[in-house]
C-alpha cells in the first residue's frame, strides 16, 4: 500500500485546512485509517483515525472538536479537516493504515498501523 499525503501548508493561526491521504496498491483490505503529528523535537502522536466498514471514528482529546476525520473509500482517500488552526498544531502530519481489526483501545497506538505516508508539514504562524 502506497499513501499520499497533501494538503499541508503555512496558514495564520485561526484558518482552516483539510489534509487528505490518497491509498493506493492492496487497498481492498485495508481496516482503518488514521492520523499521527510530529512536532519539532516531540514524539509521533496520534491525531484520529476512522474504520473503513462502519466510518467509526476515534480522536485524541487534545483535538476533539477542532479536528474531524472522514473518508471517502470509493476513491480509498481519508480526510483530516482542521479547524481555528493554533501555533501549536505546527507539525508533520502523518496518514497510516491498518488491515487488522481491533479493539478502538488500540487505535491511538502507532504498532497497530502496517503502513505510513511520508507526511505533510503543518506550519500555523502566529
Known amino acids: 500500500v502506497q499513501l499520499v499525503e497533501s494538503g499541508g501548508g503555512l496558514v495564520q493561526a485561526g484558518a482552516s485546512l483539510r489534509l487528505s491521504c490518497a491509498a493506493s496498491?492492496?487497498?481492498?483490505?485495508?481496516?482503518?485509517m488514521g492520523w499521527f503529528r510530529q512536532a519539532p523535537g516531540k514524539e509521533r502522536e496520534f491525531v484520529a483515525a476512522i474504520r473503513r466498514s462502519d466510518g467509526g471514528t476515534y480522536y485524541a482529546d487534545s483535538v476533539k472538536g477542532r479536528f474531524t476525520i472522514s473518508g471517502d473509500n470509493a476513491k480509498n482517500t481519508v480526510y483530516l479537516q482542521i479547524n481555528s488552526l493554533k501555533p501549536e498544531d505546527t507539525a508533520v502530519y502523518y496518514c497510516?493504515?491498518?488491515?487488522?481489526?481491533?479493539?478502538?483501545?488500540?487505535?491511538?497506538?502507532?504498532?497497530?498501523?502496517?503502513?505510513w505516508g511520508q507526511g505533510t508539514q503543518v506550519t500555523v504562524s502566529s
Open positions: 497510516a493504515v491498518d488491515f487488522a481489526n481491533r479493539t478502538p483501545s488500540v487505535w491511538n497506538l502507532r504498532a497497530s498501523y502496517d503502513y
Open positions: 496498491g492492496r487497498t481492498f483490505t485495508m481496516n482503518r
